[in-house]
């Protein structure tokens, strides 16, 4: 199979949790352990850190891989989803997989593929994980996909355990309560492996502290050691910070103009400080221009991302209702004369719990992603408006996108998202 054959074996053949939802979700790591074995566990041949939250774990991924390619290690880097290339999700300093990589992958795997038909996202950590050991990193970051516990990628013993934070999402798999979901990432936390938690939350603090101490493994909340005093934009990709610590006052820069970042940097300098104690070296010089130059080390891209101007248009992937909350917190922070919003959801999210956050004097262009997944955007439509959200739906994220162009003025202000996949196809 040449790579675009390669491609549609994979999209086609294996369950796509992304794609079709719960009908792909394996709840235990049998296939997993099984292609491990098969490939003789290739993930215990370098270092990791293994990274899970509802919200920010994209991003603190992607910052603690820069922070990791400025000080000179050699850097893998395994996220989900991807999107515009399969090959998004592996990375090693910033390069995406190479076609052939995948291609020798599966060509030389399918037996075992076809045998114990793995889900989409099984065979891809599986691939990952040999790409790493092939290329030899001398660690990796990995972002889990859903959950913690049940995860495919929980099978690594890494350096630090981090967990971001914790919302109401995925509760058709991971628990309807922050304390059963918590117990669903605290699965990541390994016996005497240091535990970072992003943020500290009065009902979930019981239920880490309790994984932690069961585990003999230390705990730290980022937000208790880096306090965000200040945050401002000095332009449309470069933000500033300003951080209380223990050791004092720090500015720290970024190219990721997203506010929610002022969360999630607190994060990465807790982790990168259990990466020191634990024997990296890692200088301040590398934490401050790894964190500077995340979009350029790692490819990331969605989040707060301007991508045309006259009208301004931001695209995000927050896909939740504490990740949009934050994003319409944002835009009212934006000067703009009208906002245009371009707004797909998934039909397993909670839209009842979502449409409340965002802006009623908005005008709204209801649309979906090419998936089985995305709601419908007549049903979306017409749940908005017992919400207070008005406008039109269009079937396709290009004619809502279109149509939003036409009816803006230059002052106006055009915002795409409510799904990775229509941020996706946006970006595309």
């Not at 910033?94 to 599966?106: A, D, H, L, T, Y």
């Not at 304390?179 to 239920?207: D, F, L, M, S």
């Not at 649309?367 to 007549?378: E, F, G, S, V, Y």
Request: with cysteine; aromatic share 8%.
């Amino acid at each position: 199979m040449n790579y675009r054959e390669t491609l549609d074996f994979l999209f086609s053949s294996l369950p796509m949790f992304q794609r079709i939802g719960q009908a792909a979700y394996k709840a235990d790591l049998n296939n997993t352990f099984i292609l491990d074995e098969h490939l003789d566990h290739p993930h215990k041949y370098f270092k990791t850190i293994h990274v899970a939250g509802t919200n920010g774990k994209g991003s603190v991924s992607h910052m603690l891989a820069a922070v990791l390619q400025k000080a000179g290690y050699r850097t893998g880097l395994y996220t989900s989803p991807h999107l515009k290339d399969f090959r998004e999700r592996i990375k090693i300093n910033g390069r995406m997989i190479p076609e052939n990589e995948v291609v020798r992958f599966v060509n030389e795997n399918k037996n075992i593929i076809d045998q114990v038909q793995p889900s989409f996202f099984e065979m891809t950590v599986a691939l990952a994980f040999s790409y790493f050991f092939r290329e030899k990193v001398d660690i990796a970051v990995i972002e889990t996909g859903l959950g913690g516990r049940l995860d495919s990628t929980n099978i690594i013993n890494p350096l630090v355990s981090v967990i971001t934070n914790i919302g109401l999402d995925h509760t058709q798999f991971l628990g309807n309560t922050l304390e059963k979901i918590a117990a669903e990432k605290a699965g990541i936390i390994k016996p005497h492996i240091p535990v970072i938690v992003g943020e500290y939350q009065v009902e979930t603090y019981p239920v880490f502290n309790e994984y932690a101490e069961g585990n003999n493994s230390s705990l730290v909340y980022a937000d208790q050691k880096y306090k965000t005093i200040s945050n401002y934009l000095v332009s449309e990709n470069e933000h500033v910070l300003t951080i209380q610590s223990e050791r004092g006052i720090i500015h720290v820069a970024t190219d990721l103009p997203g506010n929610y970042q002022t969360r999630n940097i607190p994060t990465v300098l807790q982790t990168i400080d259990s990466l020191r104690e634990g024997g990296l070296k890692i200088s301040e010089r590398s934490v401050l221009e790894g964190i500077s130059e995340v979009r350029r080390l790692t490819g990331l891209r969605g989040r707060w991302e301007v991508i045309g101007k006259d009208p301004l248009l931001v695209c995000d992937t927050a896909h939740n209702r504490e990740g949009l909350s934050m994003v319409f917190r944002q835009i009212k922070q934006t000067p703009y004369k009208k906002l245009h919003v371009i707004l797909g959801i998934v039909k397993d999210k909670d839209i009842h719990s979502i449409l409340p956050v965002l802006l009623p004097e908005a005008e709204y262009y209801f649309t979906q992603a090419a998936i089985p997944r995305a709601m419908d955007h007549k049903e979306l439509k017409d749940a908005a408006a017992m919400a207070g959200l008005y406008g039109f739906s269009y079937p396709s994220v290009t004619e809502a996108i279109n149509a939003a162009k036409r009816n803006a003025d230059k002052e106006d202000m055009i915002f795409i998202g409510g799904s990775t996949f229509v941020v996706a196809e946006a970006l595309t």
